[in-house]
């Protein structure tokens, strides 16, 4: 197992008041990573492997990249062959995981490593978890299959991930994650993905790790997971016709629905949006951000970054 540093330097602004100048500064951060390479890696120069990327919990934030492996695939990977490559980056002492720079991460490593970006995999516990619900969130463009173990999250953030296979684990006893915790997410992934599978331990406490990264079954699903392109399904001119309408958005404003040879519109401000339509009344297109839309007779429901809110329609 090798360790590299990871080097981020991001851009920040100060300032105070009576237009006093603005200056740049840089904060340099500093992060270190586990890679696992499996072998035949060298010899095999035109094959492209797969990649799981593992997220710590609290106890293993640090300097020290070696704690890293007291958990989990780094862990196993000091005993045991994977057959793919296993990065696993170490958060600095008191930060949380960051998406910003764990995008820095995988640019790095898909920039340098023979990485099969159709299969890429992501995992975490307890801290590493909430990472997992969220880094997806944000970038489910990137991974073909999650598994966060006793984590959690923003349930109103899930309709992003609703084409990515997810396997959610968690004990019921668990004192310092809740168990509602995954539920709640679990609950809001599964309305709008149906691979979502939930494994509740009995009488385990925080540690739900171990017995899962332990098992070989984990693995083997990840690898047999590809990333797919988000789908486009027929839908209901008939009944789409009985949603055209004018509606009223706290924020984009007015927006009028209208359907023209066959295709869904979003009309804002003299601009047209073409509503994509996903298949059980659902259709993605593009608002102030990537936005999932459905239609009801109480109104629009627009999932929009991690807010949800059903737009009235208007006369």
Known sequence: MKFFTLLIVWGSFSWSYCFAQQ???QLNLTSEYLIYLPEGYAEE???NWPLLIFLHGVGERGNDVEKVKVHGPPKLAEMKEFPFILVSPQCPPNEWWNPYVL????????GTYKVDKSRVYLTGLSMGGFGTW?????????????????GGG???SVWKLRHIPTRVFHGDSDNVVPLKMSEVMVDALSEFNSDVEFTVYPDVGHDSWTETYDKDELYEWFLSQSKTDLPIAPFDEDEVRSYIGQYQHSEIGKMSLELEEGVLFLKINRQRRELTPEGNNRYRTWLMSQALISFSEDGMTIHMDDRVELVPRVE
Do not use: R
């Open 23 to 25: 200056s740049a500064k």
């Open 134 to 150: 969220q880094w997806a969130a944000e970038n489910p463009e990137k991974f073909a299959a999650i598994a966060p173990i006793c």
């Open 154 to 156: 923003n349930p109103n």
């Open 45 to 47: 120069e035109a094959k």
């Open 103 to 110: 995008n820095k991460l995988y640019d790095e490593v898909v």
